[in-house]
């Protein structure tokens, strides 16, 4: 989408809305892409940029002030996407190196890493981001802001960073030639106790999916 299409004439490039705006929704645009299935061998580093190149703007957002909304009451942005569609693609494409560990909250200790899925993840970061987007388009640029700001804080910001680590752990084994330990199964249904805390993917080694990736191991 053009920013003649999705920004207002009087706004400049240089302005952090329009700034935090581009960088969403060319993450919005890239994600719906790679789920479509069309280049699956470069699946995986292409949402490894996106989503590294999202969590600048949620850098932004977190470092910047509260953000206050212009109305007590939030407005109403309209129906909300379904992401059942996306997600599912993903689950599709990514299978079997969906599943990974997650620890939920770092500074909670003695807190057992639990099972988490790659696309899931990203079609929640998506809902959250679209939620946003809606008030922008109706310009409602503070709204779209406020929430933005609001919800990285408070869901999309620790599930983008959670996901970004598994998609960067997935090409560190492969590049690294380190192949991943074979879980027999477990799922994000099944809990994940000290002994098995690598990450759990299938039936996956790193010499199975760097093909698929376009990879080459190192040698």
Known sequence: MSD?????????????????????????????EVAKGDEPESAVPFLLLEVSQLLLAGGRLGAHEDIVPDERYEPDSGPEPDEDVLRENLARLLDPIDVYSEVFDPYEPR?????????DDLADVMADLRHG???YRAGRTTEALWWWQFSYFSNWGSTASATLRALQS??????LNQPLAELDGLDTDQGMGDDTLEFEAGRVMAEEIGGPLGMRPAT
């Open 111 to 119: 807190k057992a890493p639990v099972p988490a899925r790659i696309s």
């Open 4 to 32: 003649a299409t999705l920004h207002a004439t009087d706004q400049s490039p240089d302005d952090f809305a329009v700034q935090i705006a581009d960088q969403i929704e060319s993450f919005l645009v890239a994600v719906t």
């Open 170 to 175: 997935v090409l560190a084994h492969v590049r």
């Open 133 to 135: 987007m809606a008030h």
